[in-house]
């Protein structure tokens, strides 16, 4: 079980893909994934290193976790957002980002824009420009930032994908 900032990010006896797909350990899915151990490894890695990395850029954990949220229930994967939405829950109501509401108005306009962005960029990828990611600048966000924002939005995508992908497939004969 990883923990940080009050975060858990694995949950015993079975990977967080498993669980969010509806595989069983030891399942004929599982002993599918299992054929590529660094892929399953790899996917719990990645995760904790965009929403808990050991320098966070000045993106907290409860931050990433709530951007996170918002991104999976836009992308609509019901496991995935329970799984966010559990987290959500977790953290303490000072960190909770309870101001960030469906249509995404923060208290400033730095925050606007990192909400802003990972709308677009989950909702419209192909709509994205140079110009978002001046944007981001324009109201403060540095390079490293935006580039640690990018990590955690094409993982969330990229884990909606394989989880939906993986639930699809179904348990079969």
């Not at 965009?50 to 954990?61: F, H, I, M, R």
């Not at 953290?91 to 802003?116: E, I, N, R, T």
């Amino acid at each position: 079980m990883l923990m940080h900032s009050n975060i858990t990010l694995r949950e015993a006896g079975n990977d967080l893909i498993n669980q969010m797909a509806g595989i069983d350990a030891g399942s004929p899915r599982d002993k599918l994934r299992r054929l590529r151990p660094e892929y399953v490894s790899g996917v719990e890695a990645c995760r904790y290193s965009v929403l808990t990395p050991q320098d966070d850029q000045g993106l907290s954990a409860a931050l990433r976790v709530v951007l996170a949220l918002r991104m999976a229930r836009a992308l609509g994967v019901p496991a995935q957002v329970a799984f966010y939405q559990r987290l959500a829950d977790d953290l303490p109501p000072s960190q909770s980002h309870q101001g960030l509401g469906a249509d995404g108005k923060g208290d400033d306009a730095a925050f606007q824009a990192l909400v802003y962005h990972c709308d677009n960029v989950t909702n419209s990828p192909a709509m994205s420009t140079q110009q978002d990611l001046g944007r981001l600048q324009q109201v403060g966000w540095t390079t490293p930032q935006i580039i640690a924002l990018s990590e955690l939005i094409a993982f969330i995508n990229f884990e909606s994908r394989i989880v939906a992908g993986l639930s699809a497939l179904g348990e079969g004969q």
